[in-house]
Structure formats: structure tokens, C-alpha cells
């Protein structure tokens, strides 16, 4: 159960390509095996039962063959009853080894030649015995013998006692010959009676050779190794092909007095397809087998075939299951990867429709969603700058400059009246510096507007510190008309009286100078106050790149100006340092140096 | 992902691989074996009748089987059935067209079948087999050539030879130093021999075995008929009578005739071999064909000397084996020749069939080292040149029939022998006119 649900939960996970290719596989393989495997059971089990049945018929037809052959001989048996000499020889008395009379030789020995010469070429011997000690017995290369009994334990001569007068078949035994050479033979053997008596008068015993029975087994084949052989009543074998070795294990099979049939041995760890059939004449068994190996030699072709066939046609099955596989997910990958950059913040991708498919669908929703997503940016952006015009808005509002710049007017006339010229002086151009300030409307001024606002407040610094500020301006006339947004030089002088004058360290000198370099406004703000330790220098640096914040109220004045720079400009300009502790600091601005009204166009493009 | 696939179709093209390594396998397998059973069904085959019924066969079935592996295109089967039954089934076979492929024929029945044309002249086959007609002995080619055609291939010369048992004759005090059988010269030296047996030996002892019927006592009777001066005649010129009714046969059947009647030859003998076989006969006169089949009898001590010439020269009774090619409707030239390299074969051999008694028909094998170390045969192998035919004619194997039954008569008293040489004359002549 457990490895159920682990197999479920590994393909679960598997990609959909290859779970693709996997449930292909199956689908394709599983109904073909199956189908493949009960297709050929099917057929091979067919073929067998035929090859048995056929088998079977062969057999009968052997044995229809060798039983007219039989007939023939056991017809030759009757023969006695139509020659009265041999049948008054068999009845008359006699001791054992009495010479015959002339005329008894040549009747014996006439009817003798009659059964060789009507019989066929394979009768090699004819006995003949009678009740009351007459013999006559005529051996392969032998002349007749007179004096040899009949055995009266035979097993034959007991089975053929019961049989009414008809005829016994004796498989194969070996007979000698008076030279001594043996040959075996098989037998008919019949009882002989009298008509008028009923009594029994003896027995005439026909020997043949085998050959015959040989020969005929011989123009039968079952297969290349087939083996096909006759035995008698009591199992013990008549005849074979050529080679044929009985099988000990078979004639057991075969004793549950079964007439014919077909079924299957084992023999040397083979299995074997054997058939026999009980012939009516001679009782004997024909009997066939062949390796059923041998048989089906022709189903297995056809199998591997059948398997073969198979394998290239699941082989080129998976081969376009896996194209088909890789062929519909591929779109799914690109979708994956366009995603994976909007991931990483690109939104400007789209994913390209070719179908409209599930995956078709999928592509233009993205397309629909990063198109969305980008819109959504802009506008938060836009809120965020119009949130800030509005603080400022709120705070210019505070305070009314109308009634500054009329109380500073009056303070200015007072001090006039009085005689006090730097008062005079400090008043004016206060009043120019919140004029200049608060005039927020104006976005964007010339540098010569911003210089002059700069070189005001350094005046009432100048007066503030008695002299104390040593404040230079150098400035090139290409560079008065550039324009430049508002307030960006001033808060960065004010730094440097902050933290280079104030701190009490140098000679409070700070210079100013503005040049263009390759269409690039450059202002550099320069003093020799207490400079900053390299740590704050980079903490700083750290802060003007990444920090998003707008200054605010308590804004650092150089992260402000360098925001506002960005915003205005773009990422490629704005606001760097240089500075040693002790040795000052080097403020530097880099603007586009502009001398047209261009903006409008370069902020739509930044919106 | 590309790892994935590769691996997907490496394993594929693995599988396919493997698979038709084992289909190709699977095929190669069925095309091996099957070759010694075909080469041996398209070997030209052979049917071939033999009529040995006396020790014979078996050394016959030896050479046959020896052929036959040294010949694998060619397979001869060998048929044997008893000579009593022989040609008429042999006769019959060539009447009704299945008559075998090769067929032993003695040199007396040869007439028989060289009429109408029952077996096939052999100079053309001969001469594509090889065989040279000239290293045969003289007298036994003489009796196949007909018209100047060789009909039959001449495999031995047989004749009668007096086997002897040395325990009975030693018994008697009728063995010499060299275990030679020691008798006075001619017809009463051989009677009283006979009768020193038949006094030293146990009564149920045969002194000489001879059947009482069938053609041993005819041999007997032709031998010394013909040992006779002036005696061997059968027939006169023209074949149209007998000449066998005269004193001198009726002194030569006299002769046999008391050896049966003084029981020096025992009534009733049927099987005369058999019983000498078995150590119950001193004396046994047939044919030679004995010798190979007594040297295999356990327990007999025998020796052998030609036919004893009883009356003024030496004759005796010989025929030939010959092997003949039966003429039928679908003997084919192949087979003919096939035949031809056998019966070759079998005469270059002779050495073999020698060892069952006969004498071999050529003259190189006669003179062989392989022939002259055999036992017995040397002894008698010049019997050969002096081997008294029957008579060429047609009918002479029944002719010689008629000999045996009126012989038969007398061996069992039904008749005298002038009665019994009357009546045979009587009847040839009949058949004769036929």
C-alpha cells in the first residue's frame, strides 16, 4: 500500500512530458501484450490439439496398413484345414523324434512350400505341432526338425487356449536356427481343431521377420526425430523405426487398457506429444512420438515474429509518443520561462500565440496579465509623485510669502532710514532667497537663475560668518543657459557650510565651478572642512543608490537633490562624492546639459 | 530532458537487438542436422535374393554389410529363403515383373534363364564397371558365357568334399600322424573304411551322413558316375535323351545304394549337416559350403579332404554361385551398374566368401596370401578344376528333380536301383519331348 502511494506520489511529480511518455507506454504496451500473449496460447494450443489429431490419424492409417498386412499372414494360418494330410499328420500318434515316412516329407514339406510361396518373401519359419507328439518344424536355414516340443508354460499357447480357434500375434522373440544363428521374429500362432470331433488337434505357428513391419514404419514421418514403434500385449517392443528406442516410461503410460488415444510424456526432460492406436487384428500397439518441440518449431517462428513485429511497432509507438510528449509541452516551457523574468521584474515580455489551444488560452491571459501588471507600476508611481507635489503645495501654503516679503520690505526700509547698510543688505536679499524658494511654480530654470539664488545666500552666510567663508565662483557662459531644475546647488553649498565651516576645521573656503563635458553639465561643489572617514563615505554612496525615499521633511539634503536628479533625468545621472577625513569634500552633479525647453517629452517617456 | 529520451530509445534499440540476436539464433538451429539420413536415402538401393540354407548365409550377410559401409551410395538388401523354395519364387517374382535387382543363380539353373531373356547380358555393364573377364578360372567362366555373352558374374565353385570327425576316426584307428583319414584305394577300401567306423563308433553315431531325401544322394551318385571310366553321360547329342540308363551309372548308384541298405549311411537322416554339426556323424560327404559354419561348432574336431576317388579318376559333383541381374521393367541403367560394382566387389572379395567354404572364381584371389592362410580351403581348392557340371539344359534343374524323387524312392526301399534309374530315364525322357 505504502509503495502504491510513494509510486503515485514519484509520478506525481514526474514532468508532465514524461508522465506523458510513461501513460503512453502502458496504453501501447499492456493491451498489446496481453492481447499478443492470449492470441498466441490460443493458437499454439490449437496447434497442438491438430498436430495430435493428425498424428492420431497417421497412426490409424499405419495401423489399417500393417493389419491388411497381418490379415494376409494370419489367413495362412487356415491353411492346414484345406490339406487332409497335415491334418491327419497333426492327429496321428507319434513319439518324439519318429522319422517321417517318404511320402509324409513330401506332403510336410509341399505345404510348407505353399505357405513361404503364397505367404510373402518374409516367412521364414512354419511349425507345426499336434496334440499327440507329431512336429514339424522349419527353421531359417535349417532343414525341418522333428523333435522339438511346444513349450507348455508359453504365455502365448495359454492366451491363445481361450480364444476359440482364432489366431494369436506373438511380438518379437529369437528364434535359433540348427547352425546356431538367431533371428528374431514375431509369430501368428492359431489352434487347430477338428470339425467332426471338436477336438483340438494342435497348433500351426507362422514365423516373420520384422523387416516388413520395418520397412512400412519407416516410410512414416512424424518429424525429424520422431519415433515410431509397435508392441505387443505385454508392452515388450515387435518393431521400430530405424533408431526408435522404446520408451519405458510410455509403454507404462499406455497399460490402463486404453485402445487409442493421444497424450503427452516427458521423456529426457522433453516433452512429448505421443499417440497409439490398438490394432483389431494383432492386438498390438502403434505407437508415435515426437518432441512436441519438433511440432511447434513453426508456431515459434511465428511467435518470434509476432514478437519482433511487435517490439518495432512499440519502439516506434514511444519514439512518437516521445516527440508528441516534448512537442506538447514545449509551449509550457516557454510560458515557464517567459514567467520566470517577469519573476526577476521584466515586464516587458510577451508570450507568442500560436494556437488556441488550453496552452493558447494560458498565453494570452499571461500576455494580458504582465500587460496589467506594468500599468499597475505606472500608476503607483504617479500617485506616489503627485502625493509629494501636494505636501509641498501644503507647505508653501503655510505660510504667506506676500506678508514675508512686505515685513522684510518694511525691515529693509527701517534699517535704511537708520543707516544700517548691512542689515539693508541682509534683508534684500533674504527677500530674493524666498522669493527664489517659495516662486516653487517654475520647474524648470536657467543656471544662471540658480547661480545668482546660490551667490544671495552665500552673501547673508558670508555676513552671518564675518568673512569667515572664502567662496569662489567659476563658471563658463556656454553653461548660464542650461537648464536645470530648481534648488539642486544650494542645499549641497549649505551642506558644505554645515559640515566643512561649522565644524571649525579649514580655511571655510568653498568653491563652486560649472563646465560641460560631452553634452554633460557637470557642478562641482568643493570645500576643505572636515571630509568624511571612509566608512560614512560608503554608507552614504550606499544610501544615494538604493534608497527610493524622496528626502521627505527630515531628508539628508544630498540624498534629496540626487533623488530629484533621478526622477527628472534617469538613472545615469545625479549626485557623487569624493573625500578624505581632513581633507574636504567634492561634491559633484552631473545633468544633461540642456539648453532647450526639452523636458515635456523626456518625462513622458520616464512616466 | 535529451538524457531522458537517449536513454529511452538506447534501451529500445537494445531490446531489438537482442531480440533478433535470439530470433536468428532460433533459425539457425533448425537448419543443422539432418545429413547421414538423406545420404542414405539417395543411395541407389538394392534388392538381392540369396538361397544359402546351409552355413553359408551368415558369411554372405557379412559381406553385404560391408559393402554397404564401404559403399555409402549404394545400399544392397539382402533377402534369403530356403533353396527348396528358391526359384520358384525366384521364377514366379521374374514372371509377375518384380523380380528382385540381383539374384544368386547356380551355374546348373543358368540355362533356365538366359532362355527368353529372363536375365540381363552383362558385357556392356561389366565393361563400364571394369570387371575383367579374364582373371576368372577357366572352367567357371566357360559355364556363364553363352553365345559369347556373360550372363552372370561367377562367385565361387562349390563341390562335394568328405568332412571327417578325428575323435570318431581317431577312435576307429583311422587317423595317420598328420590327422589324414587313412583308407585302402578305391570303392572297397572306402566301404570297409566306413565299416571300421561303424564298428568303433556309439550305435546313435552316424558313420557317414547322408539325407535320405532330397539331392545329397544325386550328388553322391553323379560324383562317382562320373569318376567312372567312360561314365558322366546324361543325355545324347542332340539333348533329345537320356543316356544315364547304363551299367556304369547303375554301378555308381549301386554303390549308394548299399551304403543305405548296409546302414553304413543311417535311414531317416534329414538334417546330414546338422547331425554332423552336433558330433553324431563320423563321415559327412556335402558340399563345401560347410567348412566356415563347422569351425564355428563348439566342441567338433573336423577335418576335410577332397571327394576320395573310388573308382578310376578323380570327378566330383560342383556347381557355381553366380550373381545375375534379374531382367524387369524398371531395372535402370544406374541400378545396373550399381549392381555390377557389387557383384565385382563381391568377387574381389572372394577371400571372405571363401571363409564359408567355397572356392573363390578368380584365379588372383585363389593365389592370394589372404585365401591360402585359411584353413581346409588350400586342401581343396583344387577340386575346383576337375568339378563334374551337370549337363547345360534348359530343364536340367527339374530334370535333376525327377533324380531326387526316384532317387528318394530307393533311399527308403520303395524301388531297386535299376528300377530307380529305369523310371528316372523314363520320366526325363518325358520331359524331354516337352
Same mark, same amino acid.
Request: glycine content about 8%; overall charge negative; charged content about 20%.
Given at each position: ?138 527353421? =531359417? ?68 521377420? =520384422? ?34 528406442? =522404446? ?83 514545449? =509551449? ?276 | ?434
Amino acid at each position: 500500500m505504502k509503495r502504491i502511494s510513494s509510486m503515485i506520489g514519484w509520478f506525481k511529480n514526474q514532468e508532465l512530458a514524461r508522465k506523458l511518455i510513461l501513460i503512453n507506454f502502458i496504453l501501447v504496451m499492456l493491451p498489446l501484450s496481453i492481447m499478443g500473449y492470449f492470441a498466441f496460447s490460443r493458437f499454439a494450443a490449437t496447434l497442438e490439439q491438430k498436430v495430435g489429431d493428425y498424428q492420431q490419424q497417421t497412426m490409424k492409417q499405419l495401423t489399417l496398413n500393417l493389419d491388411t498386412y497381418m490379415a494376409e499372414l494370419d489367413r495362412l494360418t487356415l491353411m492346414p484345414y484345406q490339406y487332409e494330410p497335415i491334418i491327419a499328420f497333426l492327429e496321428s500318434k507319434r513319439d518324439q523324434g519318429q522319422a517321417l515316412t517318404l511320402e509324409e516329407i513330401k506332403q510336410l514339406n509341399g505345404f510348407v512350400s505353399q505357405v513361404f510361396l503364397n505367404g510373402r518373401i518374409d516367412i521364414v519359419g512354419v511349425s507345426l505341432f499336434g496334440e499327440s507328439g507329431a512336429s514339424y518344424v522349419v527353421l =531359417p536355414e535349417s532343414q525341418y526338425v522333428t523333435t522339438y516340443k511346444l513349450d507348455e508354460n508359453a504365455k502365448w499357447l495359454k492366451n491363445e487356449q481361450m480364444r476359440n480357434g482364432q489366431s494369436t500375434f506373438i511380438g518379437t522373440h529369437n528364434i535359433q536356427s540348427t547352425g546356431g544363428t538367431i533371428f528374431p521374429v514375431f509369430s501368428i500362432a492359431r489352434e487347430l481343431r477338428s470339425f467332426d470331433t471338436g477336438k483340438k488337434l494342435g497348433y500351426i505357428v507362422i514365423d516373420v521377420a =520384422p523387416s516388413v513391419i520395418h520397412q512400412i514404419l519407416s516410410q512414416v514421418t512424424l518429424g525429424n526425430r520422431d519415433a515410431i514403434y509397435i508392441t505387443d500385449q505385454n508392452g515388450g517392443v515387435v518393431a521400430g523405426k530405424e533408431h526408435a528406442q =522404446p520408451i519405458a516410461a510410455i509403454s507404462s503410460l499406455l497399460q490402463d487398457g486404453e485402445l487409442e488415444g493421444v497424450t503427452h510424456a516427458a521423456v529426457n526432460g522433453e516433452r512429448q506429444l505421443v499417440s497409439f492406436v490398438t490394432s483389431s487384428v494383432t492386438e498390438w500397439k502403434t505407437i508415435g512420438i515426437v518432441p512436441v518441440a519438433e511440432l511447434m518449431k513453426d508456431s515459434f517462428l511465428i511467435r518470434n515474429s509476432i514478437m519482433l513485429l511487435g517490439i518495432i511497432c512499440v519502439g516506434l509507438a514511444m519514439l512518437m509518443s516521445v516527440f508528441l510528449a516534448f512537442q506538447i509541452t514545449k =509551449p509550457l516551457r516557454g510560458l515557464i520561462k517567459l514567467m520566470r523574468k517577469v519573476e526577476h521584474g521584466d515586464l516587458l515580455v510577451s508570450f507568442p500565440v500560436k494556437q488556441w489551444d488550453e496552452v493558447g488560452h494560458l498565453g494570452k491571459a499571461f500576455n494580458t496579465m504582465v500587460s496589467k501588471l506594468s500599468e499597475l507600476g505606472y500608476l503607483l508611481y504617479e500617485t506616489e509623485i503627485r502625493e509629494k507635489d501636494a505636501q509641498i503645495a501644503a507647505l508653501q501654503s503655510k505660510i504667506n510669502p506676500h506678508f514675508l516679503y512686505n515685513t522684510l520690505g518694511s525691515i529693509s526700509m527701517y534699517a535704511e532710514v537708520e543707516g544700517n547698510q548691512e542689515v539693508v543688505k541682509m534683508t534684500n536679499n533674504l527677500s530674493r532667497l524666498l522669493r527664489y524658494s517659495l516662486n516653487g511654480q517654475k520647474e524648470r530654470v536657467s543656471l544662471k537663475d540658480e547661480l545668482d539664488h546660490v551667490r544671495g545666500y552665500m552673501t547673508i552666510q558670508k555676513m552671518r560668518y564675518e568673512e569667515r567663508i572664502d567662496f569662489q565662483l567659476e563658471s563658463i557662459e556656454a553653461a548660464l543657459t542650461c537648464k536645470v531644475i530648481p534648488l539642486i546647488i544650494q542645499p549641497i553649498v549649505e551642506n558644505a557650510i554645515n559640515h566643512g565651516i561649522d565644524q571649525g576645521i579649514g580655511n571655510g573656503r568653498i568653491s563652486l565651478s560649472c563646465r560641460i563635458d560631452e553634452s554633460l553639465l557637470r557642478i562641482v561643489i568643493e570645500d576643505d572642512g572636515i571630509g568624511m572617514t571612509e566608512e560614512k563615505l560608503s554608507a552614504i554612496r550606499r544610501r544615494l543608490q538604493y534608497s527610493k525615499d524622496l528626502g521627505g521633511s527630515s531628508g539628508n539634503g544630498l540624498l534629496n537633490v540626487h533623488r530629484r536628479i533621478v526622477l527628472h533625468y534617469g538613472e545615469l545621472y545625479g549626485l557623487s562624492l569624493e573625500s578624505m577625513p581632513y581633507q574636504g569634500m567634492k561634491v559633484i552633479l552631473t545633468l544633461p546639459a540642456v539648453h532647450e525647453e526639452l523636458f515635456k517629452g523626456r518625462e513622458d517617456i520616464h512616466a | 530532458m535529451f538524457i531522458h529520451r537517449r536513454g529511452t530509445s538506447c534501451l529500445i534499440y537494445m531490446i531489438m537487438a537482442l531480440l533478433l540476436a535470439a530470433l536468428s539464433g532460433c533459425a539457425s538451429q533448425d537448419e543443422e542436422d539432418h545429413p547421414q539420413g538423406e545420404a542414405r536415402a539417395a543411395a541407389v538401393k538394392l534388392e538381392f535374393w540369396t538361397p544359402f540354407s546351409g552355413g553359408d548365409n551368415q558369411f554372405m550377410t557379412e559381406m553385404v554389410n560391408q559393402f554397404n559401409k564401404e559403399n555409402p551410395s549404394i545400399e544392397v538388401v539382402q533377402m534369403n529363403t530356403r533353396l527348396d523354395d528358391y526359384y520358384s519364387r525366384l521364377r514366379t517374382a521374374i514372371m509377375s515383373g518384380s523380380a528382385p535387382d540381383l539374384a544368386i543363380l547356380h551355374q546348373t539353373s543358368l540355362p533356365q534363364f538366359v532362355q527368353n531373356g529372363y536375365i540381363e547380358k552383362l558385357t556392356e555393364p561389366a565393361r563400364q564397371a571394369g570387371l575383367d573377364w579374364k582373371g576368372f578360372n577357366a572352367n567357371i567362366l566357360e559355364s556363364i558365357v553363352y553365345d559369347g555373352n556373360p550372363y552372370a558374374v561367377p562367385l565361387d565353385t562349390h563341390a562335394l568334399v568328405m568332412y571327417y570327425n578325428k575323435s570318431y576316426l581317431r577312435q576307429a584307428g583311422l587317423l595317420d600322424g598328420n590327422d589324414m583319414p587313412m583308407m585302402s584305394s578305391g570303392a572297397d577300401g572306402f566301404h570297409a573304411f566306413l565299416k571300421q567306423l561303424k564298428a568303433s563308433i556309439p550305435p546313435d553315431a552316424a558313420p557317414l551322413a547322408q539325407p535320405s531325401t532330397r539331392i545329397d544322394s544325386v550328388w553322391l551318385w553323379w560324383s562317382l558316375y562320373n569318376q567312372l571310366e567312360g561314365g558322366g553321360a546324361f543325355y545324347n547329342e542332340e539333348l533329345t535323351e537320356t543316356v544315364f540308363n547304363n551299367p556304369k551309372a547303375l554301378k555308381a548308384l549301386d554303390y549308394t545304394n548299399q551304403l543305405y541298405k548296409q546302414e553304413l549311411i543311417p535311414p531317416n537322416i534329414n538334417d546330414s549337416f546338422k547331425l554332423f554339426y552336433d558330433g553324431k556323424a563320423a563321415v559327412l560327404i556335402t558340399g563345401m559350403w560347410g567348412t566356415g559354419a563347422f569351425e564355428k561348432a563348439p566342441g567338433l574336431d573336423f577335418g576335410v579332404i577332397p571327394m576320395p576317388v573310388l573308382y578310376d579318376h578323380a570327378a566330383v559333383w560342383g556347381d557355381s554361385h553366380t550373381i545375375a541381374i534379374p531382367t524387369k521393367l524398371g531395372m535402370t541403367d544406374a541400378k545396373k551398374a550399381a549392381a555390377l560394382i557389387f557383384a565385382k566387389w563381391c568377387v574381389e572379395h572372394g577371400e571372405m566368401w571363401a571363409e564359408a567354404g567355397h572356392v573363390p572364381s578368380m584365379t588372383k584371389v585363389v593365389a592370394s596370401e589372404p585365401f591360402n592362410s585359411l584353413k581346409y580351403r588350400s586342401a581343396y581348392a583344387a577340386t575346383a578344376n576337375y568339378v563334374a557340371y551337370w549337363p547345360r539344359h534348359v530343364r536340367q534343374w527339374s530334370i535333376v528333380e525327377i533324380l531326387i524323387q526316384e532317387f528318394e524312392k530307393m533311399n527308403y526301399s520303395q524301388q531297386t536301383p535299376e528300377q530307380t534309374l529305369e523310371n528316372a530315364a523314363k520320366r526325363v525322357n518325358i520331359e524331354l519331348k516337352k
